[in-house]
């Protein structure tokens, strides 16, 4: 607060700190410490993040990359379905028409989100099976060399 003025001002200051695992971005709140010189300029560190700024791009990335799946298999489907029901059925006015065409949008849009769930799905049980042979050899090797550890080495087991 400034008496002669009678409004209230600011002040801000910037310091060069050290991120060791370099996690912060531009525009983090963080609480900065004091350290020994690390170089001429940085003598704080980083403590702790007080209000990170939003790491969401990554989740917005795969989301478009989803929704472009979803809309090339909607596309295609519904090209399918639309010349299996034309070639079906005889049309009598343009209002028949765009009522098999609405139905079969809908229908569309569902098998699509159905196809693309099932393939993430196939997916996932994939990257399961991998993570589960990787854990099972890793607990075999363990317990062989916790094996050929015991016979090698003679162990006190009375203590």
């Given amino acids: 607060w400034n008496m002669k003025y009678r409004k209230y001002y600011g002040s801000s200051s910037k310091f060069q700190v050290h991120d060791e695992e370099n996690f912060c971005l531009t525009g983090d709140k963080v609480i900065i410490r004091g350290c020994r010189p690390l170089s001429n300029k940085k003598h704080y560190y980083v403590r702790n993040v007080v209000n990170p700024i939003s790491r969401l791009t990554y989740?917005?990335?795969?989301?478009?990359?989803?929704?472009?799946?979803?809309?090339?298999?909607?596309?295609?489907?519904?090209?399918?379905?639309?010349?299996?029901?034309?070639?079906?059925?005889?049309?009598k006015s343009h209002r028949a028409k765009a009522e098999i065409k609405s139905a079969?949008?809908?229908?569309?849009?569902?098998?699509?989100?159905?196809?693309?769930?099932?393939?993430?799905?196939?997916?996932?049980?994939?990257?399961?099976?991998q993570q589960l042979k990787r854990e099972r050899a890793e607990s075999a090797k363990k317990e062989r060399l916790i094996r050929e550890g015991l016979q090698n080495s003679p162990v006190d087991f009375a203590r």
């Fill in 104 to 129: 079969l949008k809908s229908k569309a849009m569902s098998r699509a989100y159905l196809n693309i769930r099932r393939e993430e799905q196939k997916q996932f049980e994939k990257m399961r099976q």
């Fill in 59 to 91: 989740y917005e990335d795969l989301d478009r990359a989803r929704d472009d799946k979803i809309n090339a298999e909607f596309q295609k489907l519904k090209k399918q379905y639309y010349k299996k029901e034309i070639s079906q059925a005889w049309l």
